[in-house]
């Protein structure tokens, strides 16, 4: 069966740190990639997405991912974190040739930065 | 636009009632979708549906029941309520089934003593 995994579960990290979150996910054919964002006590958003193209997307809020297709990753980057992104964030994957827009999610990681 | 609109926000059932989550959307979204996250577990998938009258089951249907009479509705029915269906509850809508960011709603936390 598909799936995707996230392998940091839970990450700390001071202000201005860089931060790299891993994503791979299972699936040989051609997938929609995101990653979300769910800040305490509100609903998830999505951070950015990747169909086709340019394998390196921005997203909003200073964000960007990069697909490896040879590695099945969609590792999520952003140089300096600040406090307020503090929060916990999901890598998910839709299989192009489901037609469905079935969303497989990862674990999760929850991202706490220190002030 | 509201978006995404869930009720209720909080709900505490006994083992063996039912209910119905409500879910709706002001977008026209055709397609819209049920999701469960438990920790540790991230989201899955319980029903979908790509347009009205049309639904299928997700990951974990076990348990649910869905319907889609209008574009704008997608309750979520618990049948006979059982402690493994705590969970937070999310309802989400695109404009089409693929190539299309999905909405989430604010969620349902619900659980089952």
């Known amino acids: 069966a598909q799936s995707v995994s996230q392998h940091n579960h839970h990450v700390i990290l001071s202000e201005a740190a860089s931060l790299e979150l891993g994503c791979n996910y299972s699936?040989?054919?051609?997938?929609?990639l995101f990653w979300y964002v769910q800040y305490p006590g509100q609903h998830l958003q999505l951070l950015l997405k990747y169909f086709s193209g340019d394998p390196l997307v921005k997203g909003i809020k200073g964000f960007e991912a990069e697909f490896i297709k040879s590695k099945f990753s969609f590792n999520l980057r952003k140089p300096s974190v600040q406090w307020s992104d503090t929060a916990e964030y999901f890598c998910?994957?839709?299989?192009?040739?489901?037609?469905?827009?079935?969303?497989?999610f990862g674990q999760g990681t929850t991202l706490q930065v220190k002030p | 636009n509201a978006g995404v609109t869930q009720t209720p926000k909080f709900q505490v059932l006994k083992t063996g009632q039912s209910m119905t989550l409500q879910c709706a959307q002001d977008?026209?979204?055709?397609?819209m979708s049920w999701y469960r996250q438990d920790p540790g577990m991230g989201l899955r998938l319980i029903h979908y549906?790509?347009?009205?009258?049309?639904?299928d089951q997700g990951e974990v249907p076990n348990g649910y029941n869905v319907s889609r009479s209008t574009t704008e509705d997608f309750p979520l029915r618990l049948l006979s309520a059982a402690p493994s269906q705590t969970s937070v509850y999310f309802c989400a809508s695109s404009y089409r089934a693929v190539l299309h960011e999905q909405y989430f709603g604010p969620g349902t936390r619900l659980t089952v003593t």
């Open positions: 977008m026209n979204h055709e397609y």
């Open positions: 549906s790509v347009g009205a009258g049309i639904t």
């Open positions: 998910a994957v839709n299989l192009d040739s489901s037609n469905t827009g079935k969303l497989i």
């Open positions: 699936y040989g054919g051609t997938v929609n």
